[in-house]
Structures are given as C-alpha cells and as structure tokens.
C-alpha cells in the first residue's frame, strides 16, 4: 500500500470547516483512499472513501485531486466531539474474493485535530 | 446492538501467564481482524482471519494465537506474557464479499502486564 503523509495535528473552530489534508503521491491507479478517525479511548471509526471523485456522506465529504497525489477531508461544521486522530489510508480493493492481506489497513501516524470552543 | 465488541475492556496480568481477549460481531462479516495500539499510539495490524486464509504480520510473536470458533468470533489467545506486551488491542471486521467494505472496529482491550 502507497505511504500517506499527513500533519501531526491541527486546531478548528467549533462550527467551522476543518480541512485535513493528506499526501498520496505514490498512489497506484487502483488504490482507494480511506479516512477513518480514532476518538480518545475508542476504536477507529471509517468516515469516507473514494477511487478518483469526490465523495460525500452524512459525516464528511472527500476531496481528491485529479492526480490523485493528494485529498482533503472535509468536516463541514466541527464540533467539539469531532475532536479525534484522522488517518488517511490508501489501500488496493482487490476483487471481490481477495486474499486476507489486501483487507488489512495500514496505519500511519494521523492527524490530532483539536476542535476547540 | 454493539457491531464488534470486545471482552474484557481492562485486562491486568502478571509476566508469565496465558490470557484470552474475546472478539464478537454481529455484522455477518466473514472476515475479522486484530490490532495492536503501543504506547506511541500506533496501530499495527497482527492478523487477518476468514474460513479461508489467516494472514499473520510476521512481527508477531507465536505466543500470540487468533482462535476462530465460528465467523462471528475471533478470540486472541496470549501465552507468557511479557512486560512488551502491554498495549491496547482491538478486534475488527469487514466482509470480503462487498467491494468497499470498509473495517468495523471493536472499542478496544487495554492490557496491562505487570
């Protein structure tokens, strides 16, 4: 799977937009980014995932460049509970019967966002 | 209604002994996995099980065992535990028959070696 680079942390205003951006640049056409966050004392929690378009859902929306070298997750209106670590992840899909090892996620260090009041 | 949940949520043992961390998902998943979170915080996977295949990092230690009892459990079974092995660890699920099918994480075991 490509290596991801993200920053160490970042601070949002509580109601604002928190951009997080991500690195990809040795991503390979068929790899799919993930973003998945970690509240303290919780498990990982997937938010969105895209191939080359943008995506949206009820939690964030995923913003892929058209090289695909770089994405930005977008949480619209952060709110205090937003306050988490946020790993991007890139990962092949593989088929539908794929082996075990192209299921797995690799994580790198994340970014610790800070909303704050 | 907890998709995978994990038993026991606080785990405290001595150097020495065997311990089992429990791991259920109701989510009809066919594929389950194991992580360990270290001090650092990192996430390191250790195993990938479905009826078919178990992946296993090659970092881990074969002290450390997946049990799989049937599709909805996999149980991590621990022998002679060591000061090293302290950390977090949560159990995970997807399904391999859905394209996307994105992790299902458990809220996690902390395990305490003294």
């Known amino acids: 799977d490509a290596k991801t680079t993200q920053p160490t942390s970042m601070d949002c205003a509580e109601g604002r937009a928190a951009n997080l951006p991500c690195n990809h640049s040795?991503?390979?056409?068929?790899?799919?980014v993930y973003w998945y966050r970690q509240i303290h004392s919780q498990g990982p929690q997937y938010i969105i995932h895209g191939l080359k378009n943008n995506e949206t859902n009820e939690m964030a929306s995923l913003i892929i460049t058209e090289d695909r070298k770089s994405s930005t997750l977008i949480l619209p209106h952060a709110t205090l509970r937003d306050t988490a670590v946020y790993y991007c992840?890139?990962?092949?899909?593989?088929?539908?019967?794929?082996?075990?090892?192209?299921?797995?996620?690799?994580f790198g260090s994340g970014t610790q966002l800070t909303v704050l009041p | 209604d907890t998709a995978v949940s994990q038993t026991p949520k606080y785990l405290v043992t001595q150097m020495g002994n065997d311990k089992s961390i429990k791991c259920e998902q109701n989510l009809g998943h066919d594929t389950m996995y194991w992580y360990k979170q270290d001090s650092k915080k990192f996430l390191k996977i250790m195993f990938s099980y479905n009826n078919k295949e178990l992946i296993i990092n090659e970092t881990v230690p074969n002290r450390f065992s997946p049990k799989s009892p049937d599709k909805a459990h996999l149980n991590l079974h621990i022998n002679s535990l060591e000061l090293g092995d302290s950390a977090v660890y949560f159990c995970?699920?997807?399904?391999?028959?859905?394209?996307?099918?994105?992790?299902?994480f458990g809220n996690g075991t902390r395990l305490t070696v003294t």
């Open positions: 992840i890139v990962r092949d899909n593989g088929g539908i019967i794929s082996s075990g090892s192209a299921r797995q996620l690799t």
């Open positions: 040795t991503i390979s056409g068929n790899e799919y």
């Open positions: 995970a699920s997807s399904s391999q028959y859905s394209y996307n099918s994105p992790l299902h």
